[in-house]
């Protein structure tokens, strides 16, 4: 199935670091979504994007929309021990069915105390 | 307001056997989505329900099936199981002021032995 890229694969940082992860498409996508994963549990929304050049923050989180329409941006400041998880982009492509995600093959962060 | 929940937890069965799994969406919403995660293939889109009507559709065998209930719960099933078919599956549900926006419940592990 259809997967976006997202890089790095994996991140090990120490606490107090800022992180940086970036999805990306060959193809124009309407809505970008970040999800957070903890093991054995579902994805918890993070941030959600509408419009080209978009930059929305949630607490330590800030998310940008790409002005080009094919990519999106998370930004983590000041990581903390609880940030570990797996953090996944998820789009909906243009002329895409609604809600029908295409998600990001997910950024591993590991954060040492 | 209660978030997506999903039933049960874990799962174990026999390769041949059919399984039923549940989602309850959040309630107001209309929407739920079926996804299947699995370490090589990622996050994938199974099928989305709106209104007892599947809306959407990804690019499994008709093994995997679906149904939405008057009251937005849903139920997928798989037919013929295969080893193939362990892994994660999720539930998301979408509804109220952002469509777009999918809210995942803890899912299903699903092992096929």
């Known amino acids: 199935g259809q997967q976006l890229n997202q890089s790095p694969q994996s991140m090990f940082i120490q606490e107090g670091e800022d992180v940086s992860m970036n999805c990306t498409s060959s193809s124009i996508f309407n809505t970008w979504l970040w999800y957070k994963q903890d093991p054995g549990e579902g994805p918890v929304l993070l941030i959600a994007?509408?419009?080209?050049?978009e930059l929305t923050s949630n607490g330590r989180l800030t998310a940008q929309f790409g002005i080009t329409r094919k990519d999106s941006f998370l930004n983590i400041s000041a990581s903390i021990p609880s940030d570990v998880g797996i953090y996944f982009c998820?789009?909906?492509?243009?002329?895409?069915?609604?809600?029908?995600?295409?998600f990001g093959t997910g950024t591993l962060l590991a954060v040492q105390p | 307001k209660a978030g997506v929940t999903q039933t049960p937890r874990y799962l174990i069965k026999t390769r041949g056997q059919q399984v039923t799994l549940s989602c309850s969406p959040i309630?107001?919403?209309?929407?739920v989505s079926w996804y299947q995660q699995t370490p090589g293939q990622g996050l994938q889109f199974l099928f989305e329900y709106f209104s007892e009507t599947q809306r959407n559709k990804g690019n499994f065998p008709g093994r995997f099936s679906g149904r939405q209930f008057s009251n937005s719960r849903s139920e997928m099933n798989v037919s013929t199981l295969e080893l193939g078919d362990s892994a994660l599956y999720l539930c998301?549900?979408?509804?109220?002021?952002?469509?777009?926006?999918?809210?995942f419940g803890p899912g299903t592990r699903l092992t096929v032995t």
């Open positions: 998301a549900s979408s509804g109220g002021g952002n469509v777009y926006e999918q809210y």
């Open positions: 994007l509408y419009k080209a050049g």
């Open positions: 998820a789009g909906q492509p243009y002329g895409g069915a609604t809600n029908k995600l295409i």
């Open positions: 309630s107001g919403h209309r929407s």
